[in-house]
């Protein structure tokens, strides 16, 4: 999809697709996904993998795997066009799309507001939220030490997400906005999410789900899960 690419060009598509982002509430939230990828190192195919789980309760319901291959290398800033077309081939294996998606990356935390959320989003025309974990753009303020303490990370006076304490004495993870859901949503959302873990559930499925399935402990396509996996 972006193989034959050139940085200049991917940056001028990041500018053209934020053009078509749009912030809005999104109601009647009851199911949440979690997407990721999982590589072997000097590989060209990627494992990918969404989960989609019960909202609020953060139970798993089912999730889809797939491989794709790709050679555009990684490079910050430019992380979506590695990602987005193995999780878009997932994405269409999936009857019952999630009400949200939550990717393992930033929305509009980003120079060109063209996270791998935002990348997403834009393409499959769904609500996401980025969620990072390490800071790519913005000016940071540390949360406080206690769980669910944020800080505003901004850029020239614009609100691109939020640090989010999600355990005492553990790093924040960064939350945005990616497409089709506001800021504010997004982080209450993200609090929602939160377990026993620095990362929230559908990510943190996401990347056990996906890393079983490089490992060959699961098959590629859509399955419904109809008792708790015991991999986690």
Excluded at 18 to 39: M, W
Excluded at 40 to 69: D, Q
Aim: aromatic letters at 10%; hydrophobic letters at 40%.
């Amino acid at each position: 999809m972006y193989d034959d690419y050139n940085f200049q060009q991917a940056t001028a598509l990041q500018i053209e697709l934020a053009k078509q982002l749009k912030f809005k509430l999104v109601e009647n939230v009851t199911t949440i996904g979690g997407a990721d990828i999982s590589f072997n190192k000097n590989s060209s195919t990627m494992f990918a993998g969404i989960v989609i789980l019960s909202y609020p309760e953060m139970v798993l319901k089912s999730y889809a795997l797939e491989t794709f291959e790709t050679d555009f290398p990684y490079k910050p800033g430019f992380l979506g066009f590695k990602e987005v077309p193995a999780l878009l081939k997932v994405w269409d294996l999936i009857p019952n799309k999630p009400d949200i998606l939550v990717l393992d990356g930033n929305g509009i935390l980003h120079p060109r507001r063209m996270g791998v959320a935002s990348h997403f989003g834009i393409l499959a025309n769904q609500p996401t939220i980025g969620c990072a974990k390490s800071i790519l753009y913005g000016d940071n303020h540390l949360p406080a030490n206690s769980k669910y303490a944020t800080a505003e990370i901004n850029s020239n006076s614009d609100l691109l997400g939020f640090a989010l304490r999600t355990k005492e004495k553990c790093k924040p993870v960064y939350v945005s906005a990616g497409h089709l859901i506001t800021q504010v949503q997004s982080l209450e959302i993200i609090k929602n999410c939160i377990g026993n873990y620095r990362i929230p559930e559908p990510t943190r499925n996401a990347h056990e789900t996906v890393n079983a399935f490089r490992l060959g402990d699961l098959k590629a396509g859509y399955h419904e899960v109809n008792q708790p996996l015991t991999l986690f």
